[in-house]
């Protein structure tokens, strides 16, 4: 992994609250639930619960889960824009 991806891994504090915007299918997620699940292979995993807003699908608001380790990857390479409520954000 190179320099700059880990840094900007190591900079995203996810927080309930934050704002993530899936920037391929324009949906805007809050943050709402944070999960500690075990896992034989990985020991510990936290996962995230999503509230989905897509204003242009006008679809009511849609819960999703997403891992932790896996939000902040997308996160870092540009697939999802994140606003945290702590004033930090990162747009690619």
């Known amino acids: 992994m190179n320099n700059s991806l880990k840094t900007r891994l190591d ?20 943050l709402v639930r944070r999960t500690r699940k075990f896992d034989v292979m990985l020991d510990e995993l936290y996962i995230w619960e999503v509230r989905w807003i897509n204003k242009a699908k006008e679809d009511i608001p849609m819960s999703g889960a997403i891992e932790e380790e896996s939000l902040k990857l997308s996160i870092a390479v540009g697939t999802y824009e994140w606003h945290s409520i702590n004033g930090e954000s990162i747009e690619l």
Not at 11 to 30: F, H, M
């Open 11 to 30: 900079s995203v504090i996810l927080s309930i609250g934050d704002i993530v915007v899936d920037c391929i299918n324009n949906d805007i997620g809050i």
